[in-house]
């Protein structure tokens, strides 16, 4: 039978073995992460889930355009995207078109505040980088190009154009 001080030495060697398995198992953890942190850099991204609506987004908001047909504008508009093409336009396509279609822009009316606070929110919970020195720019585009737009009453039906028919019931 082991004496007091035998059994003290083995749990004492055991726990020292413990401890040397856990930090050797640390540092395994810390290499095998660098290591990714090199290969993958700045594109890993630990929520894959967030990734993957990223990518769905941008899959999204990218049409089925060929690449010739990329850079075309028709009557001020910029075909891809559908947002009005004028100077600084690869700012806002940039800004405006990495996350969501150009289209979702153009359905949307707003004051330039209405659009600054519609930024802030997507900054705040959307994951929108800060805009810097292009914010203003983007900002007078969508305060000029899709400002609230008056609508009054629907235009007069021109009675002259329209088709009659008699309706002949049984």
Not at 38 to 67: H, L, M, T
Not at 97 to 107: F, I, N, P
Request: net charge negative.
């Amino acid at each position: 039978m082991p004496s007091e001080k035998e059994y003290l030495e083995k749990e004492h060697l055991l726990k020292n073995f413990s401890l040397f398995i856990t930090i050797v198992k640390t540092m395994l953890f810390i290499i095998c992460g660098a290591l990714l942190y090199v290969g993958f850099g700045d594109k890993f991204d630990f929520d894959f889930q967030k990734q993957a609506i990223k990518q769905s987004r941008y899959a999204n908001s990218q049409s089925s355009f060929d690449e010739e047909d990329w850079d075309k504008v028709e009557n001020g508009i910029h075909v891809a995207s559908g947002l009005v093409y004028v100077d600084n336009f690869d700012i806002i396509r940039a800004n405006c078109t990495a996350c969501h279609s150009g289209k979702l822009v153009a359905q949307n009316r707003s004051t330039r505040e209405g659009w600054k606070q519609m930024i802030r929110w997507m900054q705040e919970t959307q994951g929108l980088w800060d805009l810097g020195k292009n914010e203003p720019i983007i900002l007078d585009y969508l305060a000029k190009y899709y400002a609230p737009e008056e609508v009054g009453r629907r235009a007069n039906i021109d009675m002259a154009e329209v088709e009659w028919y008699i309706l002949e019931l049984d």
